[in-house]
């Protein structure tokens, strides 16, 4: 039994969106903003709670770094996926430890059966931008297989026409460029039509700058001469005791490297500081479900990673620092269902303990209990309803308890996990083919983890008392004729920690009040599409450095273009033309503070499918 309250992205929407990463994905997400850092990093963030009180999975395994949580989704690519699908609300504790605020789970494309599958793509833009991908696919008996490939790169982009660059006094953004290359392999074995047993593996290699911040005392002249990221995975799927229980599981190995320059000028000629990090992280879980009847069945599961992330700074003459953390979960769900309701109830166990911690002084074990209970109701007319109550924990990471983040930050080993209470009512109404989602939500996070600002300019993670978050999300898809469809998206969320005086009024930073989005496709003619998309934000606080109160960033409305046209070469074969435009208006905006966005950007591709 999912949640009501969860977005779907299919695969149709991945390729219209010709986005060179998963980061690209966000405008069409409900409750999603996009927000890059200032370690050039793009991160989602889900009704006010950050990246690190997110769970993100691709292929059922992490896809985030234990020691921060944290993955640059600039750096994923899309060539090979099928679909994104978000949980809010409260995540079924099935998914194991760390999902406090919600679940982003991405899977890859699965070959259909007597199907081969051939696409390549040429894609040129704006500051030299460009992407060449294909990808392969098909069956051999029993057999089936995916291999995909991505090569993407682009010079520093342009600012909006209304500012200038602070380091250049020109209209590109400094230090701005990347490449990347990306490849990805799958083998999948189907025993029967409902058992399969898949291994995968991914590689990603990426050069990039990172843009320097425009108004901080000491900003970061930052490039990644190194970022590599090397998984294998495999995934089991089997029905055993003659139908009567189901096992899952997922496998994964995954080796990361990183490397950051630290120049000391925008010049970006001499090296005033270097990070090394290496890390290595096993992880496994594994559901097993028993159907007691078709109305009634219960889950087990179990999982966990162990991760160690090495360390070496020039400023502290390349000595090595090892840390380590080990996570396990174990979990139990019953589902019940009736023709007009069903019930769910769900408790969890989550430990985590950090055997290696450098030179810093080691943590205690910590223990959290989860749970969650949900209630589904269907009405006739297709009104569905449900109400949805638990409890979810997160453990800080490595790196907010030990790391200094090159100067930026002050470490407090000190910080405790969070706790978080929620409560959420789903309203779900499907019109013929319209559908219509509305969710009301409420949760009370205790001991959140915030940053402040220390009179040295830098800045320090604590934990904030309580933090209350209620919020309303609305959902459409309204296919209107047979050549118009709409998808509307709206969430409104009011976000505020608890002062001195018992009062809910502390202001907290990037979390939007208004996040809205406006997805329009109209079919001119056969095969000549047209494409809108549009977002807002509103309403958003941020800290800047040296500031001891939060400011506001100016609001935001931008608009896509989109225009395609599918020639039919033969009846298995078609080439796809396209042109884009984004930030149409070129509007000046920032997802945080001292880093302004790009400005318009064009974008022209070929896509051949055979």
Known sequence: MEPKSISIINKSIITNSDANSVSEIAKYIPSIKLQTNSRGESQFFLRGYGVRQLALFFDNVPLAIPWDNRIDLSLIPTGSLSSITVYGGVPSVLFGANTLGGVISVKSFVPVKNQ?????????????????????????????????????????????NSIKDAYTGSGVRLNSDHKKFAGFVKLNYNFTHSSQVGLSTSYINAVKGVPPETDVHKPRFWRYPLWQKLTFILNGNHNLNSKIGRLKYALSLTKFNMKIDQYKDKSYTSIDDNEEDNDLTFYGRVV????????????????????????????????????????????SEYEFHQKKFSFLLGVGLDNQSTPKTGNKPKQENETAVNFETKF???????????????KKSRFPTLRELYSGALGRFVPNPNLKSEDAYNLESNWKYILNKNKFNLSFFYSLLYNGIQRITLPGKQFKRINKDQIRTWGVEFSSNFVLTKKINIDFNFSYLNSFAKNKNGEFHDTLE???????????????????????????????????????????????????FRISY?????????????????????????????????????????????
């Open 116 to 160: 081969n599958g051939r696409n390549m793509t040429i894609q040129l833009g704006s500051n030299n931008s460009q992407k060449y991908g294909g990808s392969y696919s098909g069956n051999i008996k029993a057999f089936s297989y995916l291999a995909s490939f991505s090569y993407d790169k682009s010079n520093d982009y342009n600012l909006p």
């Open 288 to 331: 097993y479900s028993i159907f007691f009847s078709s109305s009634s069945m219960l889950n087990f599961s179990a999982s966990g990673l162990n991760s160690t992330h090495k360390e070496k700074l020039l400023s502290s003459n390349k000595i090595e620092d090892t840390y380590s953390q080990n996570t396990l979960s174990a979990g």
């Open 376 to 390: 589904d109701y269907f009405f006739a007319g297709g009104i569905s309803t449900q109400l949805v109550f638990g």
């Open 510 to 560: 990037y979390k939007p009040r208004v996040i809205s989005g406006f997805l329009l496709n109209y079919i001119i003619v056969n095969n000549l599409n047209l494409g809108f998309e549009a977002n807002y934000i509103g309403k958003e606080f941020g800290l800047k450095e040296g500031s001891e109160y939060f400011q506001k960033l100016p609001d935001y409305f931008l608009l896509n």
């Open 566 to 610: 599918i020639y039919e070469i033969s009846q298995n074969t078609n080439m796809e033309a396209f042109f884009r435009v984004n930030n149409l208006f070129d509007k000046l905006f920032f997802t945080q503070w001292s880093l302004p966005e790009p400005g318009r950007q064009f974008q022209f591709g070929l896509k051949l499918n055979y």
